[in-house]
């Protein structure tokens, strides 16, 4: 498919809105980079009935031709939408989630097990020189997506970063590192571009910024669910009701679901 790319192309690409997402966009511009192909504009969806929608107009305006999905799990989100995006462009889609059973064609598609996810799938295409340079980001997002949960996993991740375990991988460098940028991706949360490019340029002092901002939002949260939550223990359930400054409501869910 890359090989197939003219100069007159023109390249955009849709990622998702985490780590993983942010990461594989990187590392596929990086592979591109070294071929001599350039990317117009990458874009951040999440998965939600008609991701694409928005897509037509923007990649038509600017005459995009090629169009790389990294880390979208548009086939099960909006099929129909993922097919018209394939109608009018032609695309390219690398992904670990599980493949909808209605896709028919099936071209131009890689699909991962759930647990490889599609940093570590595009980490894979680069030359060894990239993967010297961008090593402790793969490891950063295979431990953000749980991919250290596959044994495999998790032995390329201690190849690079002895120690990491299952109980201490976020609390790790590389976990530090996908804290770090995940705290950047919710502080900026409208401008995720921001944070790409800071991650491209390998600087995260402004994040570190965010994450203190972030970590504190985190922490009043949790503070006010054990205060206010209800507790139902004949279905072991916890209710409650936040209405959060930034967008770690899946967070704060993770972190108290722990406790």
Same mark, same amino acid.
């Given at each position: 498919?890359?090989?197939?790319?003219?100069?007159?192309?023109? &390249?955009?690409?849709?990622?998702?809105?985490?780590?993983?997402?942010?990461?594989? +966009? #990187?590392?596929?511009?990086?592979?591109?980079?070294?071929?001599?192909?350039?990317?117009? $504009?990458?874009?951040? *969806?999440?998965?939600?009935?008609?991701?694409? =929608?928005?897509?037509?107009?923007? @990649?038509?305006?600017?005459?995009?031709?090629?169009?790389?999905?990294?880390?979208?799990?548009?086939?099960?989100?909006?099929?129909?939408? %993922?097919?018209?995006?394939?109608?009018?462009?032609?695309?390219?889609?690398?992904?670990?989630?599980?493949?909808?059973?209605?896709?028919?064609?099936?071209?131009?598609?890689?699909?991962t097990r759930s647990s490889d996810c599609s940093s570590l799938t595009l980490y894979g295409f680069?030359?060894?020189?990239?993967?010297?340079?961008?090593?402790?980001?793969?490891?950063? +997002?295979? #431990?953000?997506? @749980?991919? @250290?949960?596959?044994? /495999?996993? *998790?032995? @390329? #991740?201690?190849? &690079?970063?002895?120690?990491?375990?299952? $109980?201490?991988? %976020?609390?790790? $460098?590389?976990?530090?590192?996908?804290?770090?940028?995940?705290?950047?991706?919710?502080?900026?949360?409208?401008?995720?571009?921001?944070?790409?490019?800071?991650?491209?340029?390998?600087?995260?002092? #402004?994040?570190? $910024?965010?994450?203190?901002? !972030? =970590?504190? +939002?985190? /922490?009043?949260?949790?503070?006010?669910f054990e205060k206010k939550e209800e507790f139902y223990p004949e279905k072991n359930l916890h %209710?409650?009701?936040?209405?959060?400054?930034?967008? &770690?409501?899946?967070?704060?869910?993770?972190? !108290?679901?722990?406790?």
């Amino acid at each position: 498919f890359v090989d197939g790319i003219e100069s007159e192309d023109k &390249i955009g690409v849709l990622t998702h809105t985490d780590l993983d997402g942010l990461t594989s +966009a #990187i590392f596929l511009e990086q592979i591109l980079e070294k071929k001599g192909l350039k990317i117009e $504009e990458v874009l951040f *969806l999440k998965y939600v009935k008609g991701m694409f =929608d928005s897509v037509f107009s923007d @990649f038509k305006e600017k005459k995009i031709t090629k169009v790389f999905l990294t880390d979208m799990n548009g086939d099960s989100s909006d099929l129909e939408s %993922f097919e018209r995006l394939r109608k009018e462009f032609d695309c390219f889609l690398i992904d670990h989630h599980p493949v909808n059973p209605d896709l028919k064609d099936r071209k131009n598609i890689i699909k991962t097990r759930s647990s490889d996810c599609s940093s570590l799938t595009l980490y894979g295409f680069m030359d060894d020189n990239l993967k010297e340079e961008w090593k402790d980001l793969v490891c950063a +997002a295979a #431990i953000s997506d @749980f991919s @250290f949960k596959k044994k /495999e996993n *998790l032995d @390329f #991740i201690n190849s &690079i970063y002895p120690g990491v375990t299952p $109980e201490n991988a %976020f609390d790790s $460098e590389p976990g530090q590192i996908a804290s770090t940028i995940g705290s950047g991706l919710t502080y900026y949360q409208s401008n995720k571009k921001k944070v790409y490019d800071l991650v491209l340029k390998r600087d995260l002092e #402004i994040l570190r $910024e965010a994450r203190e901002k !972030v =970590d504190g +939002a985190i /922490e009043e949260d949790i503070e006010n669910f054990e205060k206010k939550e209800e507790f139902y223990p004949e279905k072991n359930l916890h %209710f409650y009701f936040s209405l959060p400054r930034y967008n &770690i409501t899946s967070i704060v869910s993770t972190l !108290v679901s722990k406790k």
